[in-house]
């Protein structure tokens, strides 16, 4: 009879140890997953630092070259505001708020 209850208490351990083992591989491949889609996405945003940083030189650039054409130029633009609105080029509709800075 104790023979009986341990071979019984041993199969129960065996399944749980299967379905443990089911678990770690299932974990292990959901952390693969998480690990590609991480480094995907650090990718993107090194992507979009660059791409912020470049368009921030020809920010600069531009409003140097357009105080320079200011100083050159008899006839003076409007005044640059320091808030101006833009439309965003990703579709979205709603204006976003950018400050320019004059030098």
Known sequence: EKNLKLEEKITVLQQQNEELRARIEQNTVITRQLSEENANLQEYVEKELKEKK?????????????????????????????????????GNSSPVKVRTLRR
């Open 54 to 90: 470049q368009l921030s030189r020809t920010n600069e650039e531009l409003l140097w070259k357009l105080q320079e054409g200011d100083a050159a130029s008899p006839v003076k633009p409007p005044p640059v505001s320091s808030t101006s609105f833009y439309r965003c080029s990703s």
